[in-house]
């Protein structure tokens, strides 16, 4: 169907793979408990928009580029690495205001900027798109003719399965940090936290490499 084979293989590894602690399910959570469940649900939009970015690189051949530059993987690497720390740096300097209302996030957050740091923050982590690269491929028949599709419907079946899992995290982090902004300055310790989450995300992209 589609040009795809072993079907049922390929949905058990999304689901796995999904539920695989990795540094989207971070960022996703570390924004739900600093930012509420309306950033959390944004982040994961967001991230899964560059999933859909990175299928289509991964169809049109474009990824291979990073799979045979070590100058390309190397800039988008520590371009995207640069913009986590950018963003962990945001939440630490972001000044908290102790007035707020206990069930309300530390801080009013721009869904539309949410949006768009979560998308760049996939899409600049060159490992994701060597992971479709090499992922996708396995399930995509020799004998099809026009593999476009095959990546597409596979790339939208990960997206599918992913953003539900990621919802799932959304709601469970956003409920239990609601539980400790009753807290005295809990809300500014929160994003200070989160901010010290994707600074470590940022140098652990740095630092690491192609596989």
Partial sequence: MFGIH???LFLISCILLNITPGQDTLYII??????????????VLGIMTGVLVHTLLAALGLSVILATSSLAFAVIKYAGAAYLVWIG????????DGASLPDAPASTPDPRKIFRQGVLT?????KVAL??????????????DLVFLPFMVLGLVFFTTGSLWCLFLVYGAAWLSARFRGRSSAGGALKKITGALFIGLGIRLALSQAR
Avoid at 122 to 126: D, F, H, I
Avoid at 131 to 139: A, D, I, K, R, V
């Fill in 131 to 144: 992971f479709f690269l090499s992922f996708l491929p396995q399930f995509v028949s020799a004998q099809t």
């Fill in 6 to 8: 072993d079907f049922p």
């Fill in 89 to 96: 740096i945001g939440f630490i300097i972001t000044r908290h």
């Fill in 122 to 126: 996939n899409v600049l982590n060159p």
């Fill in 30 to 43: 570390g924004r739900s408990v600093a930012q509420g469940r309306q950033a959390g649900v944004m982040s």
